[in-house]
T-cell receptor
Framework: EPEVTQTPSHQVTQMGQEVILRCVPI?????FYWYRQILGQKVEFLVS????????KSEIFDDQFSVERPDGSNFTLKIRSTKLEDSAMYFC????????????FGQGTRLTVV | AQKVTQAQTEISVVEKEDVTLDCVYE???????LFWYKQPPSGELVFLIR??????QNEISGRYSWNFQKSTSSFNFTITASQVVDSAVYFC????????????FGKGTKLTVNP
């Protein structure tokens, strides 16, 4: 069964460093997302990506964040200068037809900023 | 604006009990989509069901059933004869047809099924 894969599963980084979280969405899906879940809290939308551009971003997704689809399979989230409060689980998701269809989530990358 | 409320923060039951997880939503759109996801202790988000706003038919899948009522803006989830493996956090989510493609999640309900 096709699935969304994320790497790494866990990343520890020092405050101020840049991190890149990687995702391989399901191959025939057209919509890609990043969500964030701070420990024990709800899942929050960060950004959606369609047709090679950002279609929507939340207020959390400020200038320190960026997304890219560098080739036909990968979808990345870059955090330029990490802060302690960026520590969270980051989920990549993809869907066939936007919000009309279910989004399938990767297993997540746990980012710890120290 | 979209909003999903899961008023039950934590529920604890004994195995074989039935349990209902509540979900109330708010939206201005007439066309929208409702979802339930399961997050087991391992942390991944597992899709369970999607419902369109124009389809109020209830659904049953094994021990799982969903009750969608537009009149009360609710999309409740019932587990019959609960099992220890059902222990997880369950999230209800909403997306709207008009423009935004994102999912808005409720805060989740942590279900613990004790043997």
């Amino acid at each position: 069964e096709p699935e969304v894969t994320q790497t790494p599963s866990h990343q520890v980084t020092q405050m101020g460093q840049e991190v890149i979280l990687r995702c391989v969405p399901i191959s025939n899906h057209l919509y890609f997302y990043w969500y964030r879940q701070i420990l024990g809290q709800k899942v929050e939308f960060l950004v959606s990506f369609y047709n090679n551009e950002i279609s929507e971003k939340s207020e959390i997704f400020d200038d320190q964040f960026s997304v890219e689809r560098p080739d036909g399979s990968n979808f990345t989230l870059k955090i330029r200068s990490t802060k302690l409060e960026d520590s969270a689980m980051y989920f990549c998701a993809s869907s066939e037809n936007g919000g009309r269809t279910e989004a399938f989530f990767g297993q997540g990358t746990r980012l710890t900023v120290v | 604006a979209q909003k999903v409320t899961q008023a039950q923060t934590e529920i604890s039951v004994v195995e074989k009990e039935d349990v209902t997880l509540d979900c109330v939503y708010e939206t201005r759109d007439t066309t929208y989509y409702l979802f339930w996801y399961k997050q087991p202790p391992s942390g991944e988000l597992v899709f369970l069901i999607r419902r369109n706003s124009f389809d109020e038919q209830n659904e049953i899948s094994g021990r799982y059933s969903w009750n969608f009522q537009k009149s009360t803006s609710s999309f409740n989830f019932t587990i019959t004869a609960s099992q220890v493996v059902d222990s997880a956090v369950y999230f209800c989510a909403l997306s709207e047809e008009g423009g935004s493609e994102k999912l808005v999640f409720g805060k989740g309900t942590k279900l613990t099924v004790n043997p």
